[in-house]
Structures are given as C-alpha cells and as structure tokens.
C-alpha cells in the first residue's frame, strides 16, 4: 500500500475503502485458492477444524469469562461501526485477538484457547461472541473477500429455528463443537429467541489467495488496519484491558 493511501484523513480512507471495497471483492473472487461458495466444507481448512476436538476445553474457558459480567462488553462499546448491527447491548464479547493485536490479559484468561487459535494462518480477530435471549441481528455484510469467518459453536440453546443464521437466504443451526465457516460478504442475519445465551468462538482469518489476488488483498487490509474503525476498537482493547486490571 503507497505512503499516499496509509496518509489519507481518516474519513476519506473510509470513503476510499468503501468505494473499492466490491470492486475489489470482484476481483478476489477468482483469484480464490478455495472457491467462492457461501459456506464452506469444513475439510477445506485443517488447521481451522482442528479446533472441532478442543471445542470443550474452550467452551469451559468461555463459560469462566462469563462468570464475571465486566468481562464481556458490549460489542457496540467495543467498535462504534458495529452499532448499525448491534443496537443493543445483547451482543457482547470477549476478545483474545482483534484486527492483529494479542489482547494479552484476555490471552491469559483463556491460554489453550489462545494457543489453539494462534495456529491458524493468517488469523485477524478470535473472540467470543455471546447473544443474550433476545438478541436479533439484522442482515449485513462483511468487510472484504480477503476475510474467511468461522463459528465454533461452544453452547447453543436451541434449533435454528430458535437460535440460527441466515446465509445467502438459507438457515443454518450452530451445532456445539461443529465448525461453520462461511463468507461473510454474502448477506447474513442472525437470532437468538431462546431463553439462553448462546456463545460461540468467532474467527476472522485471511482468505487463500492466488496472486495477484493475495497482493491486492493485502494492501486492502492494510487500509483496513489505517482506518478510524479498527483503531477505535484498538483503543477500546487497550482501555478495556487497564479498566479489567485494576
């Protein structure tokens, strides 16, 4: 990425960011190591199924966190571009790492957690994702196709007809320990109408590119990681992490 782009004003790499984003996603598309689908085969990434067989070990790290309310925020608290899509504060969170940074003190709560994640190629954020009964996301899409999400269910109270996600128009259940990985530029919505909460372990990593597609795709991040968006949830870590140490 030039020295010109990383330098612009905060609103106009927004506005920049936002202009190419599906140019630029159109691009990716065939370039892509792995296909294009809405949800993927879980076999097309080992090192991300592998997490299937240490689903309750981490679940049990999520449900210690959990126990201390202060430790979760809202993820609207957290990243103020979310707000769109979290109105309330029924979408909570708790982050290990978020847009390349190791939240070390979260890391240290949740250490097999950490050390499992941290052997995914290419990881951009791993956090819990926790929606309280009640909780009901509308449909929006992701940031770029540079970006691959996962869904490791920890507890899921329900069906999907309760508790599930809408992909590219179809329902998806959670099934606990069952890895969902999915694009997340195709339209998606989510729900919770249980009486539960229900967590899951939410990874970001880097798409499998072919070249130049993984050149371009990485410049695309970088102007990501410049943007006001993801230093405002840099900060946010960082306060949030002296606020819990106290």
């Known amino acids: ?29 065939p370039h892509s190591a792995v296909g294009d689908p809405p949800v993927f085969a879980r076999d097309t990434f080992p090192e991300v199924r592998a997490l299937e067989g240490h689903w309750q070990t981490i679940r049990d790290e999520a449900r210690a966190v959990m126990e201390d309310q202060d430790l979760t925020p809202p993820l609207r608290e957290l990243s103020p571009d979310h707000r769109g899509i979290a109105r309330d504060d029924h979408w909570r969170c708790f982050f290990i790492w978020g847009y390349g940074i190791r939240v070390e003190q979260n890391a240290a709560l949740c250490p097999r957690t950490a050390e499992r994640v941290e052997r995914i190629p290419g990881l951009i954020s791993a956090f819990f994702s926790i929606h309280k009964p009640g909780t009901e996301i509308p449909e929006h899409r992701g940031v770029s196709k540079s970006i691959i999400n ?10 999907p007809e309760v508790c599930g996600i809408r992909i590219d128009g179809r329902d998806y259940g959670w099934q606990e320990g069952r890895t969902l990985i999915f694009d997340d530029t195709y339209r998606h919505s989510a729900w919770n109408r249980s009486d539960q909460p ?3 372990l939410l990874l ?15 410049a695309f991040l970088g102007l990501v990681r410049h943007s006001p968006f993801v230093r405002d949830v840099q900060r946010a870590l960082e306060a949030e992490t002296q606020r819990t140490a106290r």
């Open 1 to 29: 990425m030039s020295a010109s782009i990383s330098n612009l004003p905060g609103r106009a790499l927004v506005r920049f960011g936002r202009r190419i984003r599906k140019p630029l996603d159109n691009v990716l598309a």
């Open 150 to 159: 996962c869904h490791l269910p920890l507890d899921v109270p329900a069906g």
């Open 198 to 200: 229900r967590v899951i």
């Open 204 to 218: 970001q990593f880097r798409r499998p590119l072919h070249f130049p597609g993984s050149l371009l795709a990485g």
